[in-house]
């Protein structure tokens, strides 16, 4: 990214500051121990310092560092209370903000995409940016037929300094672990380099959100896709979306409009397979806003995967097992799909006392998704004691990005802390999920014995 001040040599030294600082820090907190300062206090006080130089070196970055900053802040919500206020303000400002691309390198992007003339394609452009992200910014414009639209430019050289963030992250890994032990942040990171291609090509994103507006169309009940207007080269323009930001409802809102934003949420991450074919990547809620007639507007087709037909089924029949009572089937659906390979031991009891808690929010009317419970199932997954059986449990590779996106799915609505019927979402939008050839799933004992929507589980974490 020549065109900004954050040429290689600065943005590496940014982020070489980040583990000699915690070498610093932990040195000194030896010292305070040696003094008699209490350990805990002490780790405490080092995961703080770490948590606030680490966040603020993100948020002065773009590239990597950046879309690294907005995966992570999805996960705030399964942070220890004691440490995740201080820094909250900060992560929500990593999901909507980060320094602007200066007005002459917009326009000669501009100028590249559109043409010279491109002024003549606005009746208005306003060169400060209404938002910037991870490798572009948006600006706010009256396009040449009267509509209000969003211009995506992309930073200039964004997709070498992509690269070059992954590969220095990557070595970071140590450091993130301070913060959220157990997150596998260079797996994160290998995924997001794949995705780098695709994610830089507008043309990709264009067609993407095209496709995911015809299956949502402009009379949705529930969700606005905002219309492809124009792209060429590094510029995409778009409707625009006037509304609440997702994240202005985290910090600020009361709770029937936690409720009704989580629900809106939860159906379009459940739904977007079946009705359109594609899983939206990229769900964290600066790519969300609740607009004025209560729809959810959804933006940045950037990160998209398509989910094919059949896919959709055996994972909704996974999940519809996941919350049954027998474990000997729960364990062989499990093997079917490679999540215990072949020759692995389970115990079928910690099994069962695994996936109990996980699957809770399918198998009731409506579920409380709080960072409470997303703190106590972070410390089931992360438990790093030989006898917890998530140690044994495998990944398979086509559920990654899946398993990814439900993750950081469940994390906002953890930061929500909403209550919702996700049960019925999921009978309602994921194949297989309600097979006739499951039993029925009871919410409690007096419901036993009773068939019909009953409901299934998610693997979280």
Known sequence: ?????????????????????????????????????????????????????????????????????QMLSIFEAA????????????????????????AAAVHKVLAQGLGEDW???????????????SIGQVHQGVWEDGRRVAVKVQYPGAGKALISDFNQLARLAKLFS?????????????????????????????????AVRE????????????????QSGDVLVTEWIDGTPLSKIISEGEQEERDHAALLYCRFLLSGPKRSGMLHGDPHPGN????????????????????????QYRMGRLLRIGTMADIDQVEDALRREDFIREGVEIDAESLQ??????????????????????????????????????????LPPEYVIVHRVLSAGTGVLCQLECEIPARAESLRWIPGFADDDLPAITVNEEDEGNEGDEA??????
Do not use: C, H
């Not at 959220?180 to 959100?209: H, N």
């Not at 007639?293 to 990160?303: E, K, S, T, W």
């Not at 299934?456 to 974490?461: D, I, M, V, Y």
């Open 353 to 394: 006392a695994f996936l109990a808690p996980i699957t809770e929010p399918f198998t009731t009317d409506t579920f409380k998704f709080s960072r409470e419970w997303l703190r106590d199932m972070a410390a089931r997954v992360t438990d790093l004691r030989p006898t917890n059986v998530v140690r044994q449990l495998n």
């Open 456 to 461: 299934g589980g998610e693997l979280a974490g």
């Open 119 to 133: 002024r003549d394609r606005f009746e208005s452009f306003d060169d400060a940016p209404a938002a910037a992200a």
């Open 79 to 102: 942070l220890p209370p004691e440490i995740a206020g201080p820094y909250r303000a900060t992560l929500t400002k990593l999901q909507e903000a980060a320094p602007p691309l200066p």
């Open 1 to 69: 990214m020549s065109d900004l001040p954050r040429r290689a040599v600065t943005r590496s030294a940014k982020l070489a500051s980040l583990p000699l600082g915690f070498a610093g820090r932990t040195a000194l907190g030896v010292g305070k121990r040696t003094f008699g300062r209490p350990a805990e206090a002490v780790a405490m006080e080092i995961q703080q310092r770490t948590a606030e130089q680490l966040f603020k070196v993100l948020g002065e970055l773009k590239g990597g560092a950046m879309k690294l900053g």
């Open 288 to 311: 969300f806003r609740v607009m004025a007639d209560g729809r959810l507007g959804v933006m940045d087709f950037g990160a998209v995967d398509r989910i094919p037909e059949d896919f």
């Open 215 to 230: 299956a949502y169309p402009a009379d949705d009940p529930d969700f606005y896709i905002p219309e492809v207007i124009a």
């Open 178 to 210: 301070v913060l959220m032990p157990g997150l596998d942040v260079k797996s994160m990171l290998a995924e997001l380099k794949e995705r780098v291609a695709e994610e830089l090509d507008y043309t990709i994103e264009a067609a993407s959100q095209t």
